[in-house]
């Protein structure tokens, strides 16, 4: 073997233990790992997420991992009210005075960014407004007012927008708080917990452990509905 052919033999090697090395490395941090609080998990593979709840909680989704409804929107754009989670009583019934909903809202625009989403969110005049889009006809939310700045936070290392509001319901005083997050601008997610007043410190703790609980599955299943 010539020396020139030795180095040659040499140099691929070398370059093939670095080429290995650095995959290894890639795939030891590929990212944000999630984690789990809850044993309870609904995974919904049609709308790309998954969400963990309390023992004592329970949920209602559509059948065959489609939509509870279908949200108002407006050109080509899409929103569904995906589930929603509620704590019951050891009757076994549900709580009316505590609220986590789960919507996904499709913009078929990439001309959005998470910011410029959750600035819509929060404007009355803009179709995307939380109060005139995310929201079903019998628990309309009156008075409604935001009562903070938006603010980013990381639960479960995923960012999400947030802030809170106020509202009245049947003459009763109701507190909430949404979460907004986005993959790829054509898209977003909005979770939505909202209570009594007098409910809300009680169940806020509860509140943030479901929120770092949330999970994006996969891909979102493109067949019809039969």
């Not at 020139?4 to 093939?16: E, G, N, P, S, Y």
């Not at 789990?36 to 329970?58: C, V």
């Not at 549900?94 to 969110?121: A, Q, R």
């Not at 997050?181 to 209570?195: D, I, K």
């Amino acid at each position: 073997m010539t020396k020139t052919r030795t180095i040659k033999i040499l140099v691929a090697a070398v370059l093939a233990m670095v080429i290995a090395l650095s995959m290894f490395a890639c795939k030891k941090d590929d990212g944000p790992k999630e984690t789990h609080i809850f044993a309870n998990r609904y995974i919904n593979q049609r709308f790309y997420y998954s969400q963990g709840y309390p023992d004592d909680w329970r949920f209602t989704a559509g059948n065959d991992e489609y939509e509870l409804a279908e949200l108002h929107t407006y050109g080509n754009t899409e929103g569904y009210l995906c589930a929603k989670f509620f704590p019951v009583g050891a009757d076994g019934q549900p709580d009316p005075d505590v609220t986590y909903s789960v919507y996904k809202y499709n913009t078929n625009s990439m001309m959005n960014t998470l910011n410029g989403i959750t600035e819509n969110l929060m404007n009355p005049d803009s179709t995307y407004y939380i109060n005139d889009v995310f929201v079903e006809e019998e628990m309309n939310r009156d008075s409604f007012v935001f009562t903070t700045e938006w603010e980013q936070e990381k639960p479960n290392h995923f960012q999400w927008n947030t802030a809170n509001y106020k509202f009245v319901r049947d003459g009763e005083d109701w507190t909430g708080k949404f979460y907004v997050s986005t993959g790829n601008a054509t898209w977003l997610f909005l979770v939505c917990m909202e209570t009594k007043d007098s409910k809300w410190d009680a169940t806020l703790k509860t509140f943030q452990d479901m929120m770092s609980d949330f999970g994006f599955e996969g891909f979102e299943k493109t067949d019809e509905k039969k």
